[in-house]
C-alpha cells in the first residue's frame, strides 16, 4: 500500500520500474526531489490548487490528484496564486467547457507575472481532439494536458513537466487498466465517493461521457471492499459508490457479480453507517436492488432516477431504452416497496424533435412521480453524438419556455415533498459550520435534505439526531437532540 512506502528508500538513479503502481511511486518519488529543489530555490513551499468542474466522478479523480501533489510535497493554496494550478475538466454540455476557457483566461495573466507557474487540464474535454487541438493553438501558456484514461499516470505526468519546459500533452483514447493502491486524499474526512466501476456503454444519443471515458469497466469487488474497510479504519461512516450507471455493476467481471449484491457485502463493513450510490439508469435496476435497499439498515432512502424525458418518443429518440409506462411502472414500485424514499432525477429539455406535446407528457411524468428534486438542463449539442447531426433542434426562445415551466412544477413538487418531513426527527450526517452563520452546524439526511440547528463545531462529522422544527422552502431549521433523548419517528 502506498502509504507505507519510504519514499527515502526509492532509488532514483536506477531506472523507473516498467509498470503498475511500483513506476507510479518512483515518479512521486522524483517529483518530491523536484519540488523540493524548486522551494528552495524560491525561498518557500510551492503550493497548488485543484479545481473540479464535473460530477461526482471528477471529484473523486480530484482527490487522487491532490494525494499525489500533497506526496510531492506542495502544499494546498486557498485559490489560483498558486504554483501548480490543474483544472480536472467536465464536457457533459457546452456551458462546462466555456467555464474551462473562462477560467484559462484569468489564469493566463497570473502566469504572465509569475512565469515558474505550471498550469494542468485533465478530465473529459480533454479526450476530445478538437479541445486539444485549440489548447495547442491559442492556449500554449498551459503546460500539461492529460486525459481521463491515463489519469493513474499523474505523478509520471507531473515529474515530466517539472523538468521541461515545454508543453506535455499525454491523451490515450482508451484503457483497460485499473490502477489500484494509488494516493488519494480525501475533501472531507467522513464521508468519500468511492469508484465501483469507470466508463458508460449505454450511448444515450445526446450524451458524450462514453465518448470522453471510454467502456464499462468494473473494479473487482474485493478491492472495493478493501477500499471501504480502510476508509472505516481511517473515520469514515458515509460512502456513496460511483459509477454513470451502478445497476449494470459487476457484468463484464470474470466472475459476475450483481449491483445488489455488492451493497450486501458493504452493508456487512463495519464502522460504515451510511451508504448511497449514484447513477442508477431505470433500465437496470432491478427488484433485488429494491429488495436490499429495502431491507438495509445502511443504505439511505434516496434514490437518484435519471428520468430525462416523459415522452416515450423521445426517449427511444435518446436510446434510453425505457417507455413512459415503464419509467412510471418502476417509480411507482419504488415508492411502494419503500414508502419513505426520495426520488430524484435529470432532465432534458429541448432534445431535437421535441414537440409541445413531447413535453407535456415530461411534466406528467413529473406531476406523477413527485420528486423530491430534479435537475432540469437545456439540451446541449456535443459533436460527435447521435443527437447532434438529428434534424429539428428545437428553438431557443421554444426550449427556454419550457425550461421555465418546467423549472416552476419541478420546485412545487419539491417544497411539498420537502415539507412531509416537518416535526419529524431524523438522522443527520453533521457536515459542517455554516457558512453564514457559525453558531449554527448544517447535516445532511438520509434523503439527501439539509437542516441547520445550533450545535458545537466539534461535532461535524457525527451522526446525531435532529428534530425538524420548521421548513424553509428546500431546507429545514432545527434542533439537536441529546443522546439518548426520546424519537417518536427515526428514519435513516
Ligand atoms: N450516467 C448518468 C448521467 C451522467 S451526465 C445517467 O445516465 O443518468 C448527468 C446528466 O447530464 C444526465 O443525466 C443528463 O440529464 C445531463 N446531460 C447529459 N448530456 C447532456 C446534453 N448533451 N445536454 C444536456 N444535458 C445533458
Ligand atoms: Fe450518458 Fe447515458 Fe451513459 Fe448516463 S447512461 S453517462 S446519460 S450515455
Ligand atoms: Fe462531466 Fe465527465 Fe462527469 S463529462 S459529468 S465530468 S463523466
Not at 493553438?137 to 509520471?156: K, P, R
Not at 494516493?183 to 468519500?192: G, T
Not at 442508477?280 to 435497499?293: G, R, T, W
Amino acid at each position: 500500500m502506498y502509504n507505507e512506502i519510504d519514499w527515502e528508500q526509492i532509488d532514483l538513479t536506477a531506472k523507473a520500474p516498467l509498470e503498475g503502481p511500483k513506476r507510479q511511486y518512483y515518479f512521486m518519488a522524483r517529483c518530491r526531489e523536484l519540488v523540493r529543489k524548486e522551494a528552495e530555490s524560491l525561498g518557500r513551499p510551492l503550493t497548488f490548487f485543484v479545481t473540479t468542474f464535473g460530477c461526482q466522478m471528477n471529484a473523486r479523480d480530484s482527490e487522487k490528484l491532490t494525494g499525489i501533489l500533497l506526496e510531492a510535497g506542495y502544499l494546498p493554496a486557498e485559490n489560483e496564486d498558486a504554483d501548480f494550478v490543474i483544472y480536472n475538466t467536465c464536457t457533459v454540455r457546452e456551458n462546462a467547457n466555456l467555464k474551462v476557457y473562462g477560467h484559462l483566461g484569468l489564469l493566463k495573466h497570473k502566469k504572465k507575472s509569475k512565469p515558474h507557474m505550471r498550469i494542468a487540464l485533465c478530465g473529459c474535454m480533454m479526450q476530445e481532439p478538437l479541445v486539444v487541438e485549440k489548447l495547442k493553438n491559442s492556449y500554449q501558456f498551459v503546460d500539461l494536458i492529460f486525459g481521463t484514461h491515463n489519469i493513474f499516470q499523474f505523478a509520471e505526468l507531473l515529474a515530466r513537466t517539472l523538468e521541461s519546459r515545454k508543453t506535455v500533452i499525454d491523451v490515450w483514447e482508451g484503457t483497460q487498466e485499473i490502477m489500484e493502491d494509488l494516493p488519494v486524499e480525501r475533501k472531507y474526512p467522513f464521508k468519500s465517493g468511492v469508484n465501483i466501476m469507470f466508463g458508460c456503454n449505454n450511448f444515450c444519443s445526446y450524451c458524450i461521457v462514453p465518448y470522453v471515458r471510454g467502456r464499462e469497466r468494473s473494479r473487482k469487488p474485493e478491492d472495493i471492499l478493501q477500499e471501504i474497510k480502510t476508509l472505516a479504519n481511517d473515520g469514515v461512516s458515509e460512502i456513496m459508490l460511483l459509477g454513470q450507471n451502478v445497476n449494470s455493476y459487476g457484468k463484464t467481471l470474470k466472475e459476475p457479480v450483481s449491483f445488489a449484491e455488492l451493497l450486501r457485502q458493504v452493508e456487512q463493513i463495519e464502522g460504515i453507517a451510511r451508504i448511497r450510490f449514484m447513477t442508477s439508469h431505470p433500465k437496470d435496476l432491478s427488484d433485488e436492488l429494491i429488495e436490499v435497499m429495502k431491507e438495509s439498515k445502511k443504505i439511505c432512502r434516496h434514490l437518484h432516477l435519471p428520468l430525462q424525458s416523459g415522452s416515450t418518443r423521445i426517449l427511444q429518440a435518446m436510446n434510453r431504452r425505457y417507455t413512459k409506462e415503464q419509467y412510471l411502472e418502476l417509480a411507482e414500485k419504488i415508492r411502494r416497496e419503500i414508502p419513505d424514499i426520495s426520488l430524484t432525477t435529470d432532465i432534458i429539455v429541448g432534445f431535437p424533435g421535441e414537440t409541445e406535446e413531447d413535453f407535456l407528457e415530461t411534466l406528467d411524468v413529473v406531476r406523477r412521480v413527485r420528486y423530491d428534486n430534479a435537475y432540469t438542463f437545456i439540451y446541449s449539442k456535443r459533436t460527435g453524438t447521435p443527437a447532434a447531426s438529428m434534424e429539428q433542434q428545437v428553438p431557443e426562445d421554444v426550449v427556454k419556455f419550457r425550461f421555465d415551466r418546467l423549472l416552476m412544477l419541478v420546485q412545487e413538487h419539491a417544497r411539498r415533498q420537502t415539507a412531509r418531513f416537518a416535526g419529524t426527527v431524523q438522522e443527520v450526517l453533521i457536515e459542517e459550520v455554516n457558512k453564514h452563520d457559525s453558531s449554527l452546524l448544517t447535516g445532511r439526511m438520509g434523503s439527501n435534505l439539509l437542516v441547520h440547528f445550533p450545535g458545537d463545531a466539534s461535532l461535524v462529522g457525527s451522526i446525531r439526531s435532529v428534530q425538524l422544527l420548521e421548513c424553509r422552502g428546500f431546507y429545514y431549521m432545527g434542533r439537536l437532540l441529546q443522546a439518548g433523548a426520546s424519537v417518536f419517528h427515526v428514519s435513516k
